[in-house]
């Protein structure tokens, strides 16, 4: 608590691409035959495994002059049984005409690659990247990699990553380090999860909700509630909004202590600012109470639920019809 009151709260940027505003067919469903997102990844991924790298090559380059992104099915024709290929598609990357297609094309490979938890590939990848000179490898290179090194608990792996960010003149960013501390966070190291945050402190990177999130879930974890409860409160003053799970931690750890009461009141102290959250909120305790039979606080849960006119999944739906309304016409 008191390396975070030493950090000061980062606003996040924002930022929109030229790309998405004028090729809004990404999002859209797509026509057969015409050009989008999954237009271009069915064609490149059915060249790919056919072994035709100038057609990927093309197709690469035309999407993007085109306007369309990279998704995370791209190079799905990439899989842990065909690695091989591997060499031939880093060469096809090499030979793109823009510099923005080979970026993409870079960063998309690597976080197929890190989604496959294929790391030495990843790296390699980055490493080919970085060696090639005419693209510049960022935070958002390396992103995927130590986000899966760190859900894998692999902590070591993941701060050798981080050096040869550092190596390559890349200083790792509050996304990287807070991979880092919710990885910590997660498994209850506390020790290390405050050395991660003394390190952000002495690079001045601030705080936002990934990193606050994280430091409640530690918390939930330790069984400390009113820290994390503080900490919620801390969130709201620097005006920084809880995310949807932050609140979810702190519902399910009074579960888990068996404190309905509180986590009743809990939610209903955070009632009436966001209908969305609410809906989150209220459901999920209703839901996790039905599981475990407590089904006259449920009731008033989804009774609350109706009278906010919040939504109600099927279940709770059903279980609303069955033993509240029903109960009422009675």
């Known amino acids: 608590m008191l390396a975070l009151r030493k950090l000061s709260t980062l ?8 790309f998405a505003i004028h090729n809004p067919i990404c999002t859209s469903a797509t026509i057969p035959g015409v050009p989008s997102c999954t237009y271009y990844d069915e064609r490149i991924n059915k060249a790919g495994r056919e072994g035709d790298f100038d057609t990927v090559q093309h197709l690469l380059n035309k999407r993007v002059l085109d306007g369309f992104f990279h998704t995370n099915n791209t190079f799905k024709f990439i899989n842990t049984s065909n690695l091989s290929t591997l060499n031939d598609l880093l ?6 005409d823009n510099y923005f297609a080979r970026k993409c ?7 197929r690659l890190s989604k496959m938890q294929c790391i030495t590939e990843a790296m390699r ?3 080919a990247m970085v060696s090639e000179g005419r693209v510049t490898a960022n935070n958002a290179t390396f992103h995927p990699i130590i986000n899966t090194l760190t859900k894998k608990e692999e902590f070591d792996e993941a701060w050798r990553v981080m050096d040869v960010m550092k190596s390559c003149g890349i200083a790792p960013d509050l996304t990287a380090y807070n991979y880092l501390l919710t990885g910590y966070c997660y498994t209850g190291n506390v020790t290390s999860a405050a050395g991660v945050l003394a390190k952000m402190e002495e690079e001045e990177l601030g705080a936002d909700t ?26 709201l003053d620097d005006g920084v ?23 009743v009141e809990f939610v209903r102290s955070y009632a009436g600012r966001d209908m969305k959250l609410d809906a989150e909120n209220f459901g999920i305790l209703a839901t996790r109470l039905i599981t475990r039979s407590k089904f006259d606080e449920a009731k008033e849960l989804v009774k609350e639920m109706s009278e906010r006119r919040l939504t109600m999944g099927p279940r709770l739906k059903d279980f609303y019809e069955l033993h509240v309304r029903s109960d009422g016409l009675r």
């Not at 606003?11 to 030229?18: A, T, Y």
């Not at 060469?91 to 793109?96: D, K, M």
């Not at 999130?213 to 409160?233: M, Q, T």
């Open 241 to 263: 909004s809880p995310l949807y799970c932050t609140h979810a931690h702190i519902i399910s750890a009074f579960l888990k202590y068996n404190y309905y009461e509180q986590a």
């Open 210 to 235: 990934r990193t606050y999130d994280a430091l409640v879930l530690g918390a939930c974890r330790a069984g400390k509630l009113d820290v994390a409860l503080a900490l919620v409160r801390r969130m």
């Open 11 to 18: 606003k996040s940027s924002r930022f929109l691409s030229s």
């Open 91 to 96: 060469e096809t990357i090499s030979r793109l």
């Open 125 to 127: 990848v980055a490493e």
């Open 105 to 111: 094309s870079y960063d998309c490979l690597i976080a």
